[in-house]
């Protein structure tokens, strides 16, 4: 069953990352993105990581591809795009190798990550728990603490929670002013400047004006 | 934000539910319902109306098409055939037209009529599937012979609709002879026969019926 | 066996065949009838409450009461004519595709939303021929968070359907409406944290079983600033009166359904107040312990006695929703971002700060009044600095000034 949903999830990734650089149309695009990140969230459901899944649909899903669609359509580059102009000489053998090399890498890393990786963890939580509680768990049992089975697991957010607030709270807290310095970057970016208005950008290929009141004078 | 202001509103809301609703069923639905009264003079469906002798009033004269702000009336005059007039006078209306896609039912063509042969009725139910059919024809619109307007297969006319269609009153004579400017008087209408003065016209009702009797059915 | 990640239901312990399967599918069903009647009920109920506040009478022809005038409706626009935009302005592909975003999440939500059980003496769950199950399709452990991920798709409904229509005014309406709905998703997800941090559970059925005696409601153990902030925060989300400057009449003609005829814009319809009851039954859940109730008779019918609370409440929830359509006028835009972003988020973030202070109080044995006294006052300075900061912005720009 796993096996049939890793298929099914890894296949729609697959063709919604083709999607992603196969349509002309950018909005198609980034549909298809959408189509992606919504694989790869049931692919993180196949593994029992549902918060990360969660959290992969409100963030990415929900947010960051809303912002992207956002900015297309104001500012209107959802024209579809002339593929067989190539306005940086050079990009597509330039792309094309680098392509094969990180295909070569991630094949590498992951025959390496299959034999049992480097320290040869199976699964990470199992340790996590183990370092925590200081009891023995078992890896599949890290569905939720509702089991009538008898056996006291940790829910995934739980461990989450507790590693990320004690482990990990100088990376934490770093992220958090982070990303409060790119809010207030933002801000201040995007503030008016004393005096004068600058005048607002034109874009090419919008009409802003028609011409059809001319035709209303002998009304 | 002043936020404590905008919990009135559901205050009055809230009180409302309790409230008697201004709108009633909406009378009129079927057939058979009961329907509102409607004022005197409302602006409905159009009549063509005709003398006390049968002869229509309407001249073809095309004042009405003139004034009609939507471009509704199509009328075209013919000469009267000698041995059959149809009006009294040397012309009358061949094609009459109304277009009630068009029709604002401003009721300029009646002020603008100098024989007030185009009067609107109080009836406002109409019913067409096509284009085609919004536009009422003179065989329509032509009062019948006993002088009330044509009940269409579509309307629910009830009493007192097809009354008083031609509202209006002249002021000056019709005929623009002079001793008859300042008189007011009714033409005979077919099944209505002279219409009494309405409040604030002429108390003379003798003289006006004496001078209505001389202008109908004559020639001008 | 491999692990089902998605459910602790009970009736899945044991590994799944035949009757489970069926069991669900019986659940599905029932949930969706449920569902697409309540949405003409409520379709009917808003015209009628709507009228009632208004002086009106609402439909009476159509069906006793008006009840069939969504049928009917539904039934007209079935045969109205389908426009699609031509691919040069819009994009008929993305056209079509449109109502389904904003409709498909509304059923998703209602999934994880328990609509019966006895709380009080079964802890939620009922047994029938012999499998217990929970009353509710389905409950992941991340419950509230599949909540808040699918009403961020429903984002993508409006969006797209005001860009792929080529027209000026649903895409003024769409790009209004991702703004709104993108401030205050976050405002929705901070009042939530509030809730979590009581319920300490993600699991929809565990904040209704932790709710379970009368006395435990989220809305007061939260105080009742999380339940307004939700309740104001959802209705922006819905896109409802006050908020529905995104579908105004009055100003952009439709906004993004401007151009959606036919049974594409009877699914906008239907989506737009399939997430009002769904809404409603998820506030209905964090704050007002879903199916909680006293139950007088039958005791052995108790989990029916939850499915009537249940409804009960989220008829009360429809009730205030057209309520707030009849009392309040729009907002304005810059208004209504305002509200999203200096107000609602502030004030959440520092009431979750304020409520796991007292909640360290209490397990740490603090003083317990002296901690809520500097809770408050830290709100209430926080609060006076934010405002004099808002002041000033406004007031320079106001007066034209720029910034240097």
């Keep these: 069953m796993e096996f049939v949903v890793f298929i099914i999830a890894g296949l729609l990734a697959i063709i919604g990352a083709l999607g992603l650089i196969g349509f002309k149309n950018p909005v198609h695009s980034a549909l298809s993105l959408v189509l992606s990140l919504f694989a790869v969230a049931v692919l993180f459901l196949n593994q029992d990581a549902q918060f990360l899944a969660a959290v992969q649909v409100i963030v990415y899903a929900g947010a960051i591809v809303v912002l992207f669609l956002f900015v297309i359509m104001l500012l209107g580059v959802d024209q579809a795009e002339d593929l067989s102009v190539e306005p940086i000489a050079g990009q597509r053998p330039i792309a094309l190798a680098i392509g094969a090399g990180v295909l070569a890498l991630s094949v590498l890393f992951i025959s390496v990550a299959a034999d049992g990786g480097a320290t040869g963890q199976q699964s990470v939580t199992a340790e996590k728990v183990d370092s925590i509680t200081g009891t023995a768990q078992s890896a599949t049992a890290a569905l939720g603490d509702n089991q009538t089975d008898g056996t006291e697991t940790i829910p995934n957010i739980e461990q989450l929670g507790r590693t990320l607030f004690t482990d990990y709270v100088f990376a934490f807290e770093v992220t958090a002013l982070l990303l409060t310095i790119a809010v207030v970057g933002a801000v201040m970016l995007a503030r008016k400047p004393k005096g004068e208005l600058a005048p607002l950008p034109v874009i090419p290929g919008r009409s802003g004006t028609t011409d059809e009141t001319e035709e209303l004078e002998d009304a | 934000m002043g936020i404590f202001e905008g919990l009135e509103g559901f205050k009055l809301t809230f009180g409302k539910l309790f409230d008697e609703r201004v709108t009633g069923d909406y009378k009129g639905g079927r057939f058979d319902d009961e329907k509102r009264e409607k004022p005197l003079r409302m602006h409905g469906r159009h009549v063509l109306n005709r003398y006390e002798d049968g002869m229509e009033k309407c001249i073809g004269c095309e004042l009405c098409a003139g004034v009609c702000p939507a471009n509704c009336i199509y009328v075209r005059g013919a000469d009267n055939p000698i041995d059959d007039p149809v009006s009294p006078g040397e012309r009358y209306g061949f094609v009459y037209e109304i277009n009630y896609l068009r029709c604002i039912h401003c009721d300029l063509c009646v002020e603008a009529c100098p024989t007030q042969a185009i009067t609107e009725s109080k009836m406002f139910e109409f019913s067409f599937t096509n284009r085609q059919d919004a536009i009422y024809t003179k065989e329509e619109l032509v009062v019948g012979d006993d002088g009330q307007p044509k009940h269409l297969p579509w309307e629910d006319w009830r009493p007192g609709e097809d009354e008083n269609t031609s509202a209006w009153m002249r002021a000056t004579s019709p005929s623009g002879a002079a001793e008859y400017i300042g008189k007011v008087a009714w033409s005979g209408e077919l099944g209505y026969g002279i219409r009494a003065p309405e409040a604030g016209q002429t108390a003379d009702l003798a003289e006006a019926h004496g001078d209505a009797e001389d202008m109908a059915g004559g020639n001008h | ?404």
């Design chain 3, 1 to 404: 066996m491999t692990s089902l990640p998605l459910a602790v239901d009970p009736l899945f312990v044991g590994g799944v065949g035949l009757e489970e399967v069926l069991i669900v599918a019986l659940k599905v069903g029932v949930a969706f009838a449920m569902l697409m009647v309540s949405v003409m009920l409520m379709i009917w109920f808003e015209r009628k409450l709507h009228a009632d506040m208004t002086n009106r009478m609402g439909p009476t022809i159509t069906g006793p009461f008006g009840l069939l005038q969504t049928l009917a409706d539904g039934i007209k626009l079935f045969f109205k004519e389908d426009l699609l935009p031509n691919d040069e302005r819009g994009d008929s592909a993305i056209f079509r595709l449109a109502p389904y975003l904003t409709l498909i999440p509304a059923f998703l939500i209602f999934t994880v939303v328990p609509i019966g059980g006895d709380f009080d003496n079964a802890d939620g769950k009922v047994s029938w021929w012999g499998n217990t199950t929970q009353l509710q399709i389905a409950d992941p452990p991340v419950g509230i968070l599949f909540v808040l991920a699918l009403s961020s798709l429903a984002v993508y409904g409006i969006m797209l359907a005001g860009w792929s229509s080529g027209s000026k005014y649903p895409l003024f309406g769409s790009v209004r409406a991702s703004a709104q709905m993108v401030s205050y998703e976050a405002a929705l997800g901070l009042s939530l944290v509030a809730v979590l941090v009581k319920s300490g559970t993600l699991s929809t059925h565990d904040i209704v079983a932790g709710q379970a005696d009368g006395w435990n409601w989220n809305l007061w153990m939260t105080g009742f600033i999380p339940f307004i902030v939700f309740l104001i925060a959802s209705t922006a989300e819905l896109n409802r009166p006050p908020f529905d400057l995104v579908e105004a009449e009055q100003e952009i003609v439709g906004g993004f359904h401007t151009e959606y005829s036919s049974i594409r814009f009877a699914l906008f319809f239907l989506g737009e107040y399939m997430n009002v009851v769904t809404m409603s039954a998820i506030m209905v859940t964090l704050f007002f312990g879903g199916p909680d109730g006293p139950i007088p008779f039958f005791e052995s019918f108790g989990w029916a006695w939850g499915i009537l609370w249940f409804m009960l409440k989220v008829l009360a929830f429809c009730f205030t929703f057209v309520w707030f359509r009849a009392a309040l006028p729009r907002f304005r835009y810059d208004q209504l971002m305002d509200l999203g972003w200096k107000l609602l988020i502030p004030l959440s973030l520092g009431w979750i700060v304020a409520l796991v202070a007292l909640d360290l109080a209490a397990s740490e044995g603090w003083n317990r009044p002296l901690v809520a006294v500097i809770c408050f006052a830290g709100l209430m300075l926080m609060g006076t600095l934010l405002n004099a900061a808002v002041q000033s912005g406004k007031r320079k720009r106001l007066a034209g000034e720029g910034f240097d």
